[in-house]
């Protein structure tokens, strides 16, 4: 369920933007930025998932931490929704 709605909500965010990249182009940093923002929401739904998996219970059993595929996922992701929203954020460059 939250996937789809995770989904759902970049399929928004990229129409939006697209539609916004013909009336006024968009440069290449932000593009790059969306992509990255896009793969840590990735990396992130899918950590989450790996830390609901059936290796990451048995690991927890023994270890009582999940696996550590799982936490670089999430660390992951999250690192790149910071650097995504960094480069969104930023303002347009002088000249353009």
């Known amino acids: 369920m939250v996937d ?6 970049l399929l928004v965010l990229v129409r939006w933007k697209t539609k916004n990249l013909k ?27 790996e830390t609901n998996s059936f290796t990451s219970d048995v690991s ?8 550590d595929k799982a936490i670089w996922m999430l660390i992951g992701g999250i ?6 929203l960094g480069g969104l954020s930023r303002g347009q460059p002088k000249g353009v």
């Open 4 to 9: 789809s709605v995770i989904y759902g909500l």
């Open 23 to 49: 009336e006024n182009p968009m440069n290449t940093n932000r593009l790059i930025s969306l992509a990255i923002f896009a793969g840590g929401i990735v990396l992130v739904v899918f950590g989450v998932a």
């Open 60 to 67: 927890r059993f023994f270890t009582n931490s999940p696996t």
């Open 79 to 84: 690192a790149a929704i910071v650097i995504g």
